[in-house]
């Protein structure tokens, strides 16, 4: 027992100016000038890992892509604004602007987007082959969810924390110190279709004061769009974002339709008449509908698409289109029937199209309500799927069904303390609690209230925190990717806790043994003994009791590593594991504690309380999602999975991944869904 205390009495002090040292690190982390070069490596190696798969997605190769037209504002004309280039000409032209603001104008799916990641791509690679000139690191964020009451700054600060998972101080720092680039990707979805700009105007506002004025910074929005924001605020050349060049996405020639379309035909292996009746439209009519409508290398993608599924009977059908709006209607119809048929012919039946179609249409009203109501609208994480369910309905099943599992855990935990016939009433009226305060009766409610004994009002109000309080989910994951890491973390958890457990404990027996030895007869001494042995007794007790608790906390979700935002899918998974292992030390600490002070039986019980309850709370973006899930498919507005359904919607180039949440590729696709909730199927070949 000696020989235990005096190696704790040694190794304590060092673990705890450890844990003091780890702690303080992470609320006052290292900003000096070669941590931040670090801290902004770091970054950089993440936004590449997460935008390279987001460009591959899009059909774009490095190397190759779209033309583009310089058009530049009056401030800076002689930048050479007149020069035509392509994707890979880009990042020379903007590194020669001073300042390096840049606005990429274009028409809905012409490519601003892709324009934006292959420079952002570029300037990375430029960044890592000279490190010793000080670059910026360019970051992709989503316009349209910021708030713009909150200053840029601040909401930059706050999107790189939780999209990179860097800690808020040094993300303050970076953006401070001017070694962030912010693409500022969708200007025009930042309010309502139709709806003046006015939230996109009060953007601009912002980056057109200090400290972001003459800063560097990408925007990209549709050029009729910025017109009307630049209309907000009559002034000249800088109505708009100051002292910067606006670079236009040029729109597809027929004759570059034409050619785009034979190289598609010969890698098919197709005759050269099977697309013929579209080829010769655009010939005949370089003006016409068809060429105005694949004027983007979206909508061309999109028929090249539908033309390989429907070979001569979609070149025919194209071709008679009296308008634009047709030929879009015809190739947005046919985009869920074709994705659908992509998958393995044992699956296609989990995925009907007119199903499909329907959810996504659903999804994309949701969306333009939330535009409408000025709450972001263009993209949707997991733990925010509820919200289609409504306001209230998930939040009631939601508290429901934690009012049944702790009124079935208060029950069975009344019956291991008390005897079968206590716990079955107990967990009756913790369970009538519980649903009384998402019931429908206000007025049953108070009755009930007032009968039931006053135990039920703590569970009250962990019902009102289940059920009123958000549902943002814990990312810690629970894989390191380093062999061993587990088994160290583990370790390291274990004696750290052992050791503090023990300390803590001996400190607690020595002021005991200190107190109770001045109250005996016997003398200080005697007390000090006595209260010295039941230090260290307690100490290897609780000791390890915590060390394990602590352990498995710190070892499982501690010194977790960085996960790309392409696995947003992941959000809900990762914070139901986080809410089960929090429930497991819970349980484990609070059940081992209860059970040595007062008993087995009482032990367990609270352990089994204690546990459900915690890891309820602490996993309610989980819970939620499910409940949600219930509800939604119930009514048949979402499939009863909507991680495999999102996930496949994804894989097959409707919807992409910004920010850790799911978005519509394109947001005219998104506007067809809400005006077309029931799918029209196009027609066959024959």
């Not at 110190?177 to 006015?198: I, S």
């Not at 400190?507 to 003994?529: D, N, P, Q, S």
């Amino acid at each position: 027992m000696g020989e235990l205390g005096t190696a704790a009495a040694k190794a304590g002090p060092a673990v705890a100016r450890g844990l003091i040292s780890a702690a303080w690190r992470r609320w006052r982390p290292d900003t000096s000038h070669a941590a931040l070069d670090l801290h902004a490596d770091n970054l950089a190696d993440r936004v590449r890992r997460a935008e390279t798969p987001r460009l591959e997605q899009l059909g774009v190769t490095r190397g190759q892509g779209v033309d583009v037209y310089y058009e530049a504002l009056a401030r800076v004309r002689g930048a050479g604004g007149e020069d035509l280039g392509t994707l890979q000409e880009v990042w020379a032209y903007y590194s020669a602007l001073r300042p390096g603001r840049l606005v990429v104008l274009g028409e809905p799916g012409s490519g601003k987007t892709v324009l934006a990641l292959h420079l952002l791509l570029d300037l990375l690679d430029q960044r890592r082959d000279h490190p010793t000139a000080p670059q910026p690191v360019p970051v992709r964020v989503n316009a349209a969810s910021w708030n713009v009451e909150t200053h840029f700054s601040t909401w930059l600060t706050e999107s790189l924390a939780a999209d990179y998972g860097l800690l808020p101080p040094v993300a303050r720092k970076l953006v401070e110190d001017g070694r962030v680039l912010p693409v500022l990707d969708g200007l025009d979805e930042m309010d309502p279709l139709g709806a003046p700009p006015k939230r996109a105007r009060a953007a601009v506002e912002q980056l057109n004061r200090p400290p972001w004025r003459g800063s560097p910074v990408i925007l990209t929005c549709r050029a009729a769009v910025y017109d009307s924001v630049r209309a907000l605020r009559p002034g000249g050349a800088d109505a708009g974002l100051h002292t910067a060049t606006a670079v236009t996405v040029s729109k597809l020639s027929p004759a570059e339709i034409c050619r785009a379309l034979a190289a598609y035909r010969r890698a098919e292996g197709l005759d050269q008449n099977d697309w013929a009746p579209l080829t010769r439209s655009l010939t005949a009519a370089p003006d016409g509908v068809l060429a105005d409508a694949l004027s983007t290398p979206w909508m061309l993608t999109l028929a090249v698409s539908r033309l390989r599924a429907a070979g001569a009977t979609a070149a025919f059908e194209l071709a008679r289109c009296p308008d634009t709006a047709a030929v879009r209607d015809q190739l947005f119809a046919a985009l869920i029937p074709a994705a659908v048929e992509a998958r393995p012919r044992d699956k296609v039946a989990h995925y009907q199209p007119e199903r499909a179609h329907a959810w996504l249409a659903r999804l994309a009203r949701h969306l333009s309500s939330q535009r409408e109501k000025g709450q972001g609208g263009t993209d949707i994480a997991l733990h925010e799927l509820w919200r289609m369910a409504g306001p209230r309905a998930p939040r009631y099943l939601h508290g429901l069904v934690v009012g049944l599992v702790v009124a079935l855990a208060v029950g069975l935990a009344f019956g291991l303390a008390f005897g079968l016939s206590s716990g079955l009433s107990s967990g009756l009226a913790v369970g009538l609690m519980f649903s009384i305060r998402y019931g429908p009766s206000s007025a049953l409610a108070v009755g009930l209230r007032s009968v039931l004994s006053p135990g039920l009002a703590v569970g009250l109000m962990f019902g009102l925190a289940v059920g009123l309080l958000g549902a943002s989910p814990d990312r810690l994951v629970l894989r390191t990717g380093r062999p061993g890491a587990l088994r160290k973390r583990l370790t390291a958890g274990l004696t750290a806790g052992l050791t503090a457990g023990c300390l803590a404990a001996l400190g607690v027996g020595l002021a005991a043994g200190l107190m109770f030895g001045v109250g005996l007869a016997a003398g200080l001494t005697a007390g000090l003994t006595a209260g010295l042995a039941v230090g260290l007794a307690f100490g290897l007790l609780f000791g390890l009791l915590f060390g394990l608790a602590f352990g498995l906390w710190g070892g499982l979700l501690g010194g977790t590593e960085y996960r790309p935002l392409a696995e947003a899918s992941r959000v809900i998974h990762d914070d139901a594991a986080v809410g089960l292992v929090f429930g497991l030390v819970v349980g484990l600490l609070v059940g081992l504690v209860v059970g040595l002070l007062v008993g087995l039986a009482f032990g367990l019980a609270g352990g089994l309380v204690a546990g459900l309850a915690g890891g309820l709370m602490s996993a309610r973006a989980s819970v939620r999602f499910v409940c949600a899930s219930v509800l939604l498919s119930r009514r048949g507005a979402f499939p009863r999975r909507p991680v495999p359904f999102l996930r496949w919607a994804h894989s097959a180039g409707l919807l992409r991944i910004t920010g850790g949440a799911y978005q519509f590729r394109q947001d005219t696709y998104r506007e067809w869904l809400t005006q077309h909730p029931v799918l029209q199927l196009p027609p066959q070949e024959p």
